[in-house]
Structures are given as C-alpha cells and as structure tokens.
C-alpha cells in the first residue's frame, strides 16, 4: 500500500467516526456502593457489571466502588442525580424524609415476607420511576435485604427492655423505632457499623442476618430475634443523560443486565437470610423468634409509624398500600 493510500484511508477513518462518534466510543461509569465487596448487593453488581461490559462487546465499561468508597450512603443518589456518579446503588429507606414514599418499605410488618415484598415493589415500582424520572434518573433494578430483625447484647422479653439502650439506626424509620420504644437512636451507615459497636457508641440495631455477618455482630452482641419485621430494598439508579448518551445496543445490554440481576438479587436474598443466620449462630449468637409480648410490642409500633406515614404520604400513600393490599 502506498503512502498516499495508507494516509486517504486514516483521513477517512477519521471522518467517519467524528461523524458517528457512538459507535466507536467506550463509556466509562463510576457505580458508588455503600456495602462491602462480599454483601451479596454487591456481589450481584460485580456480576452486572460484567455482564454490560460482555453483552456491550466492551463499549460500556462499569467500576463497582464498594462499602462507600467513593461516596456515602446517603450522598449516593444525589452524586447519581448531579451526574458525579453515572449510576449508583442506593437504599430507598434512606431517603424517606424527602419522599415518604421512598420509605414505603421500611415500614414494620406492612410487608414482611419475599412474596409481600414483591406485591409491595410492584406497587412501588411505577411512583418511584415517576419521582426518579423527574429528578433526572431512572430506576434499572432493586432488590430487598433479608428481613430484619433485633440485635442486642442481653436477652429481651419485650420492647420495655430496649428502654435506655444506644440503638443503632440506618434510617429515619428505624430512628423512630428506637424512640417509640425508648431507646437511644444514633444514626451509623453499614460500613461504619462495626467501628461504632467497637467503640461503645452502640450497643442495638435492628437488621438483617446479612449486615450482621458482615460487621460481625457476634463479636459483640448475643441475641437475634428474628422478627422479619420488613424487607427494605436496594435500587440500582441511573442518570438519564449518561443513560441517553450510550448507543441503543448498549442501552439494551444495560437494560437486559439490570433484569436479570434484579431476578438473581431476589433469588440471592431469600438463600443469604438462611445461611446467614445459620452464620450467626456458628459463631455463638442465639438466633430465635421473638417472645408474644415483643411481637405484640413491635407489632404495635408498626401500627403507629403506618399511620404516622399514611399522614405524611397523604393520597399518594393511601393508594399505594390500597394497591399492595388488593
Ligand atoms: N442492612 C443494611 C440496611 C438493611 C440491612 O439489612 C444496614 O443495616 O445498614
């Protein structure tokens, strides 16, 4: 090949791809996370990430940042939203105070079981698009903790034995929790948590099996009851515009991938509550279900925040627990 020829065809090859820049270029998205790299959450996001980056034939290529690397839990959605963050993993409960229908799902007992929690996604599912979409975003996939239960140090019979103790709260509903039944709510994110219990700052929490194990809860605390009191979810969330700047086939891949994890995430859940707790009492804690009275106790304390929420949530609220309960 001549120069001449060799030259005409690097000059067309940059003419063609200045005119279709897409089909040519790689996206690289930063994925903020707040749970450690071994959290089944996580995990599912490595496997999703490998995926887009397989089905994408390498064009989109996603960095999973785990246990809050990059950003904090409750900076995610807003790095998400300001686009600092393409995509982003987030817990809705989080965010309750700006949209109460965020917290639908930390909610004591309104949805406690895998099957309810589904019913309850899908009646979730079309307001939480709504509100992401106006503020920018897109939801591509959410899947729920392991129900949660109580962690303490002593054995309880009811709520009155919680009075007084340095409870550890992840949101604002389980903050209330801890006030209505008197204990002392401080606020600690999951991947400060065994900092915290180390310290002496906390002492409680209700959670599930799958953050016990992974901030060693049996280090430090004793019991488990396993109330199931509610199953709060994950959302992996998008940025419309970095969304909208891919190419349809990667959008495709993007979309497919987020599908299946959400199927794998609920499937993943459901066998990390089991072996969890069969995790938490290999290593000396006592797992068991609560007494009647603490049932009955939190049972109450459900009915409370349900109304409170129902309050504060106004029509938009009401509607949706009439769609979850047809
Ligand atoms: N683990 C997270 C949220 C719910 C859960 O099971 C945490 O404790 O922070």
Same mark, same amino acid.
């Given at each position: /090949?001549?120069?001449? *020829?060799?030259?005409?065809?690097?000059? +067309?090859?940059?003419?063609?791809?200045?005119? +279709?820049?897409? =089909? !040519?270029?790689?996206?690289?998205?930063?994925?903020?996370?707040?749970?450690?790299?071994?959290?089944?959450?996580?995990?599912?996001?490595? $496997?999703?990430?490998?995926?887009?980056?397989?089905?994408?034939?390498?064009?989109?290529?996603?960095?999973?940042?785990?246990?809050?690397?990059?950003?904090?839990?409750?900076?995610?959605? *807003?790095?998400?939203?300001?686009?600092?963050?393409?995509?982003?993993?987030?817990?809705?409960?989080?965010?309750?105070?700006?949209?109460?229908?965020?917290?639908?799902?930390?909610?004591?007992?309104?949805?406690?079981?895998?099957?309810?929690? /589904?019913?309850?996604?899908?009646?979730? #599912?079309?307001?939480?698009?709504?509100?992401?979409?106006?503020?920018?975003?897109?939801?591509?996939?959410?899947?729920?903790?392991?129900?949660?239960?109580?962690?303490?140090? #002593?054995?309880?019979?009811?709520? +009155?034995?919680? #009075?007084?103790?340095?409870?550890? =709260?992840?949101?604002? =509903?389980?903050?209330?929790?801890?006030?209505?039944?008197?204990?002392?709510?401080?606020?600690?994110? =999951?991947?400060?948590?065994?900092?915290?219990?180390?310290?002496?700052?906390?002492?409680?929490? /209700?959670?599930?099996?799958?953050?016990?194990?992974?901030?060693?809860?049996?280090?430090?605390?004793?019991?488990?009851?396993?109330?199931?009191?509610?199953?709060?979810?994950?959302?992996?969330?998008?940025?419309?515009?970095?969304?909208?700047?891919?190419?349809?086939?990667?959008?495709?891949?993007?979309?497919?991938?987020?599908?299946?994890?959400?199927?794998?995430?609920?499937?993943?859940?459901? #066998?990390?509550?089991?072996?969890?707790?069969?995790?938490?009492?290999?290593?000396?804690?006592?797992?068991?279900?609560?007494?009647? $009275?603490?049932?009955?106790?939190?049972?109450?304390?459900?009915?409370? /925040?349900?109304?409170?929420?129902?309050?504060?949530?106004?029509?938009?609220?009401?509607?949706?627990?009439?769609? !979850?309960?047809?």
């Amino acid at each position: /090949m001549s120069l001449t *020829r060799r030259t005409l065809n690097a000059a +067309a090859l940059i003419a063609l791809s200045a005119l +279709a820049p897409a =089909a !040519f270029a790689q996206a690289k998205w930063d994925l903020p996370a707040a749970y450690p790299a071994t959290n089944f959450h996580s995990e599912n996001l490595a $496997q999703f990430a490998a995926d887009v980056d397989k089905a994408s034939g390498g064009k989109l290529k996603i960095t999973v940042h785990p246990n809050a690397s990059l950003f904090k839990a409750p900076e995610i959605k *807003r790095a998400v939203q300001g686009g600092q963050a393409q995509i982003g993993e987030i817990l809705l409960v989080n965010f309750s105070n700006e949209w109460p229908i965020f917290g639908a799902d930390g909610l004591p007992f309104l949805a406690d079981s895998y099957d309810s929690a /589904m019913k309850l996604y899908q009646a979730q #599912k079309p307001l939480l698009q709504k509100k992401l979409g106006e503020q920018g975003m897109a939801l591509l996939y959410s899947v729920p903790w392991p129900p949660q239960g109580i962690y303490t140090k #002593k054995p309880i019979a009811s709520a +009155a034995d919680l #009075k007084g103790i340095k409870w550890r =709260a992840y949101s604002p =509903a389980t903050g209330r929790i801890a006030e209505l039944v008197g204990a002392q709510p401080v606020t600690v994110q =999951a991947a400060e948590f065994a900092q915290a219990l180390a310290t002496g700052v906390v002492e409680s929490t /209700m959670t599930s099996g799958a953050t016990g194990v992974d901030s060693k809860l049996y280090e430090h605390l004793k019991y488990y009851y396993d109330t199931q009191a509610w199953l709060p979810k994950n959302a992996v969330i998008v940025n419309k515009a970095a969304f909208d700047a891919l190419d349809k086939s990667t959008q495709d891949a993007v979309l497919k991938a987020g599908a299946d994890a959400e199927a794998r995430g609920w499937a993943a859940s459901r #066998k990390v509550n089991t072996d969890t707790l069969d995790k938490l009492k290999a290593n000396g804690m006592q797992v068991q279900p609560p007494s009647a $009275q603490l049932k009955a106790d939190m049972k109450k304390v459900g009915d409370t /925040m349900l109304k409170e929420w129902l309050d504060k949530s106004g029509a938009e609220g009401q509607a949706l627990v009439d769609a !979850f309960r047809k």
